[in-house]
């Protein structure tokens, strides 16, 4: 494969940050953090009430990401300090999810504040090194090198995954007391596998800088006037608008079978190791997957194509998850979500990266992940509040479950709709996201 020998040690260095922050999101929003909330810190509760409280707190930690993203993405902007934002996101949140070792069992509240902080870091991290993008690549390389990020957070997450799982499973063959311990290790394994794989990123990618720095890292009255100049002008920019509104449609359903998935398999009553295991398949199915979307789709054009098919996959696997009936249907769907989960999340960065004005990343990314978080905050609160009106109306617990999931195929219905506007002028014509930006 010729276009591999083009990586540089930027690119390399770039997308180890997947690989490094991936580990977060398979062993701790993926699998054993609802898991253990579940089982550990909720025991004897009510599992209507925990999915409640597991949404309820994912959906507040949104609205603050929501509140603060852009401003201090624009900071980045200003004051060239995109890296700077990055190792503070990367250093708190791998600290604060280490400490989850120290959380005794039954104590909910603590868990779930040091998980919603460290979720904070973690996504807030995720703008800076997003925006970073345009810094080590360029527009015809942007879905290739986006796409090998993915690849390689999906491999690496997924190698910590069933290493921790191992432990989790047969604890005696690491010489970790019981399994409890071994998942409370867990924690500790992702901060220090977290912070670890950065130290290339800090060391090797060059950022670029603005012409001029604008202001400070910590004049906020800078950020808020490029937030407000941004503002004044986006409805002028139809491509990026329309585009911002799709993506936080379609994204909020990716987003909510990514984080609910374990938590919907467990409130239907399947095992644990189950579980597990179809979180596996997707992180190992995803690793070539997502690689193959960067070689097949190229382009603008070819970024929209693939965007179009993973939207429609991600459709028919919210209908078919309300009608699972066993472990072998839940592996099913795992495969199915392994080949597209990658491919949406990099060619839509890519797109993203592509139709955005240049030296503004920060900024735009900031409201990009802004958009992206706020879907957070819909999904699972639109999970749990439906599930507790079915389940208040006199549903059973298993069939307000499954509504609840059902209803996240609007997300990709309306998405769909909005991305194909995004792509057409007032007369119905296809246009050139990127001529509009000039």
Same mark, same amino acid.
């Given at each position: 494969m010729g276009?591999l020998?083009?990586?540089t040690?930027?690119?390399l260095s770039?997308v180890?940050?997947?690989w490094a922050?991936?580990?977060?999101a398979?062993t701790v929003?993926?699998?054993?953090?609802?898991?253990?909330?579940?089982?550990?810190w909720s025991?004897?509760e009510?599992?209507?009430?925990?999915?409640?409280?597991l949404?309820?707190a994912?959906?507040v930690?949104g609205v603050?990401?929501?509140?603060?993203s852009?401003?201090?993405?624009?900071l980045?902007d200003l004051?060239g300090s995109k890296?700077?934002y990055?190792f503070?996101?990367t250093?708190?949140g791998?600290?604060?999810?280490a400490?989850?070792?120290?959380?005794p069992g039954?104590?909910w509240l603590?868990?779930?504040?040091?998980?919603?902080?460290?979720?904070?870091?973690?996504?807030?991290?995720?703008?800076?090194?997003?925006s970073?993008?345009?810094s080590?690549a360029?527009r015809k390389?942007l879905?290739?090198?986006?796409a090998?990020?993915?690849s390689?957070?999906?491999?690496?997450?997924?190698?910590?995954?069933?290493?921790n799982?191992?432990a989790?499973?047969?604890?005696?063959l690491?010489g970790?007391?019981d399994s409890?311990?071994?998942?409370?290790?867990?924690?500790?394994s992702?901060g220090?596998?977290?912070?670890?794989f950065?130290?290339?990123l800090f060391?090797f990618?060059?950022?670029?800088?603005p012409e001029?720095?604008?202001a400070?890292s910590?004049?906020?009255?800078?950020?808020?006037r490029?937030?407000?100049?941004?503002?004044?002008h986006?409805r002028?920019i139809?491509?990026?608008?329309l585009?911002?509104?799709?993506y936080?449609?379609?994204?909020?359903g990716v987003?909510?079978i990514?984080?609910m998935?374990?938590?919907?398999?467990?409130?239907l009553?399947f095992?644990s190791g189950s579980?597990?295991?179809?979180?596996?398949i997707?992180?190992?199915?995803g *690793?070539? #997957?997502?690689?193959? %979307?960067?070689? =097949?789709?190229?382009?603008v054009?070819? +970024?929209r194509?693939?965007? @179009? /098919?993973?939207i429609?996959?991600?459709f028919?696997?919210?209908?078919?998850?309300?009608?699972?009936?066993?472990?072998?249907? *839940?592996? #099913?769907?795992a495969? %199915?979500?392994g =080949?597209?989960?990658g491919?949406?999340q +990099?060619?839509?960065r890519? @797109? /993203?990266a592509c139709?955005?004005p240049?030296?503004?990343?920060?900024e735009?990314?900031?409201?990009y992940?802004?958009i992206?978080?706020? #879907?957070v905050i819909?999904?699972?609160l639109f999970?749990?509040v439906?599930?507790?009106?079915?389940r208040s109306s006199? /549903?059973?617990?298993?069939s307000?479950?499954?509504?609840?999931?059902?209803?996240?195929s609007?997300?990709?219905i309306?998405?769909g709709v909005?991305f194909?506007?995004?792509?057409?002028?007032?007369?119905?014509n296809n246009?050139?996201n990127?001529?509009q930006?000039n």
């Amino acid at each position: 494969m010729g276009i591999l020998k083009n990586i540089t040690k930027e690119d390399l260095s770039w997308v180890l940050y997947d690989w490094a922050n991936s580990a977060y999101a398979t062993t701790v929003l993926a699998v054993f953090f609802p898991l253990f909330f579940n089982e550990y810190w909720s025991a004897g509760e009510d599992t209507t009430v925990t999915t409640a409280r597991l949404g309820i707190a994912t959906s507040v930690t949104g609205v603050i990401l929501m509140t603060v993203s852009p401003v201090t993405g624009a900071l980045s902007d200003l004051a060239g300090s995109k890296k700077r934002y990055l190792f503070y996101a990367t250093l708190a949140g791998s600290l604060s999810t280490a400490c989850l070792f120290f959380v005794p069992g039954g104590s909910w509240l603590p868990a779930l504040l040091l998980f919603s902080f460290s979720s904070f870091c973690f996504s807030g991290g995720i703008i800076f090194y997003d925006s970073l993008l345009n810094s080590v690549a360029g527009r015809k390389r942007l879905n290739f090198v986006s796409a090998l990020g993915y690849s390689l957070g999906y491999l690496g997450g997924g190698m910590l995954l069933a290493l921790n799982i191992l432990a989790a499973t047969k604890p005696e063959l690491l010489g970790i007391a019981d399994s409890t311990t071994a998942v409370k290790l867990s924690f500790v394994s992702v901060g220090v596998w977290w912070m670890l794989f950065s130290i290339p990123l800090f060391k090797f990618v060059q950022e670029r800088k603005p012409e001029v720095k604008e202001a400070h890292s910590h004049d906020f009255a800078a950020g808020f006037r490029k937030i407000r100049d941004t503002l004044s002008h986006i409805r002028n920019i139809k491509g990026v608008f329309l585009f911002l509104l799709a993506y936080w449609l379609y994204i909020d359903g990716v987003d909510t079978i990514i984080r609910m998935a374990v938590d919907y398999g467990k409130s239907l009553g399947f095992e644990s190791g189950s579980l597990i295991k179809a979180i596996l398949i997707t992180q190992f199915v995803g *690793f070539p #997957a997502a690689l193959l %979307t960067g070689i =097949l789709f190229k382009g603008v054009k070819g +970024a929209r194509k693939g965007i @179009y /098919f993973t939207i429609a996959v991600y459709f028919g696997v919210s209908i078919l998850g309300a009608f699972m009936k066993n472990e072998t249907h *839940f592996y #099913a769907l795992a495969v %199915t979500v392994g =080949l597209v989960q990658g491919g949406i999340q +990099a060619l839509s960065r890519s @797109y /993203f990266a592509c139709i955005i004005p240049e030296n503004r990343e920060g900024e735009f990314f900031g409201f990009y992940n802004m958009i992206g978080k706020f #879907a957070v905050i819909l999904g699972p609160l639109f999970i749990a509040v439906t599930g507790l009106i079915l389940r208040s109306s006199g /549903f059973s617990a298993d069939s307000a479950t499954r509504g609840g999931i059902m209803s996240v195929s609007l997300f990709f219905i309306v998405g769909g709709v909005l991305f194909y506007m995004s792509g057409k002028d007032k007369h119905g014509n296809n246009i050139d996201n990127k001529d509009q930006l000039n």
